[in-house]
């Protein structure tokens, strides 16, 4: 099995995959990399609203075609994963686009907020959970329910460092991502017996654009001298959800180059 073919025949849904600096697009191009046919997710508003502007998606599906292999696709499905409707209709239309789905990959996440606990509001926490939590739960709800037992069913969950060290000025972000960290076990337990393996994945201090202003200091922090990058974490997550990551299941995995806190 190489890297060009382990994810040959199969179809991936990936959240959060509008920027060509994110995680959520590197996880794509590996996959498409090793042969999967990718369904983006994306929700322009979020990327206004935190990154000041939004990317040609046009252009980013056309730099992914242009890796596909044989038979393979590449579409794209919007959504506003913080409503309540919207993950069992993203992957409604993923299945739509590409028929049965075998991998998941809930890399969509709230920013903003930063609050600590005592600025935190109602709101900030609601938006934090309604998104990173409760939209992951959704949409790995509804991956499951098309799932027929297949080989090769992966869910992949995204949670940060907040097991490692205090996040005490971003607490609403902090507890959103906890939660995942914390119901991988169960999540997986239950999941386990229809073919499907959960793992969650701590990328650490990725520099997706939000860094660029204190990348050099934080280098330091680092043996390898630099910060991570989208591809750090994206090729552990293309090694799970491929044939090679069979025996790895309900973990909690941190990909952080060593970093020092």
Same mark, same amino acid.
């Given at each position: 099995m190489t890297?060009?073919?382990?994810?040959?025949?199969?179809?991936?849904?990936v959240t959060g995959a509008s920027r060509r600096r994110g995680i959520g697009f590197a996880v794509a191009t590996r996959l498409v990399r090793r042969g999967a046919s990718v369904v983006l997710h994306h929700h322009a508003p979020h990327d206004q609203d935190v990154y000041g502007g939004v990317e040609d998606l046009d252009a980013l599906l056309e730099e992914l075609r242009a890796q596909l292999a044989p038979g393979a696709q590449v579409t794209a499905v919007?959504?506003?994963?913080?409503? !309540? $409707?919207? !993950?069992?209709?993203?992957?409604?239309? %993923?299945?739509?686009?590409?028929?049965?789905?075998?991998v998941l990959v809930c890399n969509h996440a709230r920013s903003g907020d930063e609050v600590w606990?005592?600025?935190?509001? *109602?709101?900030?926490? $609601?938006?934090?959970?309604? *998104?990173?939590?409760r939209g992951t739960?959704?949409?790995?709800? %509804?991956?499951?329910?098309q799932h027929d037992g297949r080989r090769g069913g992966r869910v992949i969950w995204m949670t940060s460092g907040q097991g490692h060290g205090p996040m005490s $000025?971003?607490?609403?972000?902090?507890?959103?991502?906890? @939660?995942? @960290?914390?119901?991988t076990w169960s *999540? %997986? $337990?239950?999941?386990?017996e229809s073919g499907i393996l959960l793992n969650t994945v701590n990328p650490g201090p990725v520099n997706s654009g939000y860094l660029d202003e204190v990348e050099g200091e934080l280098a330091r922090r680092f043996p390898t001298g630099r910060v991570g990058l989208p591809d750090d974490p994206a090729r552990l997550i293309a090694w799970l959800v491929s044939d090679e990551g069979e025996w790895v299941v309900g973990q909690v995995l941190s990909t952080e180059g060593g970093f020092r806190r």
């Open positions: 890297d060009e073919t382990s994810l040959t025949g199969r179809t991936a849904l919007a959504g506003d994963l913080g409503t !309540p $409707d919207a !993950p069992h209709a993203v992957v409604a239309a %993923a299945r739509g686009a590409v028929g049965h789905l075998d606990l005592r600025t935190a509001t *109602v709101e900030a926490l $609601d938006r934090h959970w309604e *998104v990173n939590t739960l959704l949409l790995t709800q %509804a991956f499951a329910a $000025d971003n607490l609403a972000y902090a507890v959103s991502k906890a @939660a995942l @960290a914390g119901a *999540v %997986a $337990d239950e999941l386990v």
